[in-house]
């Protein structure tokens, strides 16, 4: 498969992802008000459909169609996977307070940088001996993980919040409020595009360049503790961002975050030196951490409690896309063009991160221009 090919097994399941969280789960949440059961069902279904696309992927021979079988199966996985995603999302608004969101958003995080490092870690080990996609182990794992996930969320309040007594008289003295809130919103989901777009334009790219011929040639194995450096950030930042945030404000924590995700592209791609490669991927999972939770936090400050499961699924959107459609639309077809009129490859993939930096400093200048037009009031009814 070519660069382009190889970013589809995340840009088809990402879009299939925010299309069923946005036109379908969404609503089913704010109508029935039902986070908890969503989560659950979520991950018990896209546990039962990870285990299907391995048995029907292991009749073909061609190993092509094998590809865009898992390709099409993992699309079709995350429709499932969705509803887990807009559940929690939600949910967490419905249960913590304004001042406590940044910190357990932090503390989430961290916990998902952990099962990183242990997925990654088995991951390596059984693609390093010949145990991967092909053979089973890899789809066997992940779903007995997304099996046991749901174990605990039995023992979670529902959330949700009486829609009788929120779309009372109270509402309407806040609707200037709202409106500007919206117009808010809308600036800062178009900001966080950029953001993530950006910085994970590379995300697919990323370990094709690493193990270059003509650049670092990692193996497996070093490519693990590579991308578990980033893991081991997301791990330890977690923690502390709360702390962060409410010391120096979201806004400019994310700018924070905003700023090492720039400078972890710089030291990947243009200081040729495996210690610098380290020092990006940590750089890489501390400016995510930072990012995932203060950005959580001021968009469920614009988001009317009524409408968290819809507005929700967009915020998510800027996440989810990015993680493939990114790499599809951007990175793939630059190094394949590249590529293909003569010049080596790892200047290609270099040329790709640099598109990536260009368009992070986009979305962080509109983010910032946003946060000095609020100070001034100009957003004020």
Not at 15 to 28: A, K, S
Not at 114 to 127: E, K, N, P, W
Not at 223 to 229: D, H, Q
Request: charged share 10%; aromatic share 14%; net charge neutral.
């Amino acid at each position: 498969m070519s660069v382009t090919e190889t970013t589809l097994y995340a840009t088809l399941p990402m879009i299939m992802n925010v299309l069923f969280q946005t036109f379908i789960w969404g609503p089913i949440s704010d109508k029935f008000q039902r986070r908890r059961l969503l989560v659950i069902t979520g991950e018990i279904l896209a546990g039962v459909g990870t285990l299907t696309v391995f048995f029907i992927h292991s009749t073909f021979s061609n190993l092509y169609l094998a590809g865009y079988i898992i390709i099409i199966g993992l699309s079709c996985v995350e429709i499932f996977w969705s509803m887990s995603n807009i559940g929690w999302s939600a949910l967490i608004s419905d249960i913590y307070p304004f001042s406590e969101r940044d910190k357990i958003m932090g503390q989430l995080t961290s916990i998902g940088g952990l099962g990183r490092i242990i997925g990654i870690i088995i991951g390596g080990f059984l693609y390093e001996n010949g145990w991967g996609f092909r053979n089973g182990p890899l789809f066997f794992i992940a779903s007995f993980v997304m099996f046991i996930s749901a174990i605990p969320m039995l023992l979670a309040p529902e959330g949700g919040i009486d829609l009788k007594k929120n779309n009372g008289d109270s509402n309407i003295e806040k609707k200037g409020s709202t409106e500007n809130h919206s117009l808010i919103f809308i600036i800062f989901m178009i900001s966080l595009i950029f953001i993530n777009f950006g910085r994970n334009s590379v995300s697919v790219p990323y370990s094709q360049f690493l193990s270059l011929d003509s650049g670092f040639n990692v193996d497996s194995i070093l490519l693990s503790f590579i991308v578990n450096t980033r893991s081991l950030a997301i791990l330890l930042i977690g923690l502390p961002v709360g702390i962060l945030s409410k010391k120096i404000g979201p806004s400019k924590t994310l700018v924070l975050g905003v700023s090492f995700s720039i400078t972890a592209l710089i030291f990947t791609a243009f200081i040729y030196n495996l210690v610098f490669v380290f020092i990006g991927s940590f750089l890489i999972g501390t400016g995510e951490v930072l990012i995932m939770a203060t950005s959580y936090v001021i968009a469920s400050d614009l988001i009317p409690e009524e409408k968290r499961g819809k507005l929700f699924s967009y915020y998510n959107m800027t996440f989810f896309l990015s993680w493939g459609l990114a790499s599809t639309l951007i990175s793939g077809p630059l190094i394949d063009l590249l590529i293909n009129i003569g010049f080596i490859d790892f200047f290609a993939y270099q040329m790709a991160f640099l598109v990536g930096i260009f368009i992070c400093l986009i979305g962080l200048l509109i983010f910032v221009l946003l946060e000095i037009a609020r100070r001034k009031g100009n957003f004020s009814s």
